[in-house]
């Protein structure tokens, strides 16, 4: 049999920061692999020339979501692509968050304002009434346009609304969780089975200020998860709507203020995998891309 072919997807800046991608290929080809990083958006790469292709860190997709999506469904025709194109473009907007509270999974509570929506003063209002608030894009990632505002800063909150949705942005209005000072939980799974989890600190440290330069995961500490935090998170991904387990998803969680875990996000196109100190985790994840390969039929 010759070596499986495998694309690992990246991007520009997944080539320079992600840290996992070294250790995923390292131990892909420790395995006799044959694997590669190719840029999403690359020129002239032949997807139908791999056993497979596994997203990994395509972290410049949110600004770009429509050519993105067409991309997996492209990809996704001419070699195995994971987590496929479906769940892609599923998972790509935020809206996904109600079909998971439609499905009993406890979610952060979240307003959606479409573009196109008249919001006066009066409909701003009561848009922000839950005290203190996030206000962030329904299509994002690394906490890009994302900002807290408290109660006194609503003004600022109605600005940072009033110009997503000029920019054609479906915006989310939620309540500030202020436990996410305690730690967002963010569990790793591979093949619908849970491998790690680690805890991290708030991103949203300063309120009513916009800071696209916000490390996305500061003070990251292994973490390991309570039994009510697995099941919300077991319960998010039995909600995905595909036949099979993801091959790697993140469930990001955070305690509401009556302590419940509770779905801030859950990651299926790009998370970082938090692979450097869990050796278990990307043998797991090797483990599995290889299985995958191996079912391509070569
Ligand atoms: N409702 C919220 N309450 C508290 N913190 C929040 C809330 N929404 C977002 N955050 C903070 O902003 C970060 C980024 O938001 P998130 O919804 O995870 O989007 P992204 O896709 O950009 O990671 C989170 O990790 C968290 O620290
Ligand atoms: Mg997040």
Redesign the pocket.
């Known amino acids: 049999m010759s070596a499986a072919r495998i694309a690992i997807v990246t991007s520009q800046a997944g080539m320079e920061w992600d840290t996992d991608l070294p250790l995923i290929l390292e131990s892909l080809r420790a395995e006799g692999a044959a694997a590669t990083a190719v840029a999403w958006d690359a020129r002239d790469v032949e997807w139908g020339g791999f056993d497979l292709a596994v997203i990994r860190s395509t972290w410049d997709y949110a600004e770009r979501v429509g050519e993105f999506v067409a991309w997996a469904e492209r990809a996704g025709g001419l070699t195995r692509l994971w987590n496929p194109a479906s769940v892609v473009r599923w998972s790509s907007d935020k809206r996904y968050l109600r079909d998971l509270a439609g499905r009993g999974v406890p979610v952060?509570p979240t307003r959606f304002v479409e573009p196109g929506a008249a919001y006066d003063e009066e409909g701003m209002a009561a848009l922000l009434d839950a005290g203190a608030v996030?206000v962030?894009p329904a299509v994002?990632?690394?906490?890009?346009d994302?900002a807290?505002y408290e109660p006194e800063q609503h003004a600022d909150a109605a600005r940072h609304v009033r110009s997503l949705l000029d920019r054609g942005r479906v915006v989310m209005v939620?309540?500030?969780?202020r436990l996410?000072e305690e730690g967002?939980r963010a569990l790793v799974f591979v093949a619908g089975a849970f491998s790690h989890a680690i805890r991290k600190g708030?991103?949203?440290t300063e309120s009513g200020v916009i800071d696209n330069a916000r490390v996305?995961h500061p003070g990251v500490a292994p973490y390991q998860p309570s039994e009510e935090e697995l099941t919300a998170a077991l319960a998010a991904l039995a909600a995905i709507p595909a036949a099979e387990a993801p091959l790697f998803a993140r469930v990001?969680l955070?305690l509401d203020e009556s302590r419940r875990p509770t779905v801030?996000?859950l990651e299926l196109i790009e998370p970082n995998l938090f692979l450097g100190d869990r050796p278990d985790g990307l043998k797991r994840l090797v483990d599995a891309i290889l299985a995958k390969a191996g079912a391509a039929g070569h």
């Open positions: 952060v996030v962030k994002s990632a690394g906490a890009f994302t807290r939620q309540p500030y969780l996410v967002e708030p991103v949203l996305p990001d955070v801030m996000e």
